[in-house]
């Protein structure tokens, strides 16, 4: 099993910035890939962006490109996400997900283990 907990979330004004973190534990090394899905109220969930460990492979929704940026720290097995020039419709609960083996990446049904999410809400 691995286990995900996501900090980093929190109230900011549109066009400011915030750093999501995932820390991973338990059996880590089964980890191919591990990303952000986003849900806001009344939506489905949705992909964000995907990083595979050994590759550092990096895959992004369309609507984040050029203001998201994934990365790893594979020493402390966290994933971050650094979001800036955020948008009132990028607020949502955020979650971290990992998989065990290469996947669709946009399909958040791939995705093996998940964390209990982090609120991002973005004032305008």
């Not at 490109?65 to 955020?94: C, H, W």
């Amino acid at each position: 099993q691995v286990q995900l907990v996501e900090s980093g979330g929190g109230l900011v004004q549109a066009g400011g910035s915030l750093r999501l973190s995932c820390a991973a534990s338990g059996r880590t090394f089964s980890m191919y890939g591990t990303g952000w899905f986003r849900q806001a109220p009344g939506k489905e969930r949705e992909f964000v962006a995907t990083i595979t460990w050994s590759a550092g492979s990096t895959y992004y929704a369309d609507f984040v490109k050029g203001r998201f940026t994934i990365s790893t720290d594979n020493a402390k097995k966290t994933v971050d996400l650094q979001m800036d020039s955020l948008k009132p419709e990028d607020t949502a609960v955020y979650y971290c997900a990992a998989a065990r083996g290469r996947r669709v990446w946009g399909n958040w049904k791939q995705y093996d283990y998940w964390g209990q999410g982090t609120q991002v809400t973005v004032s305008s």
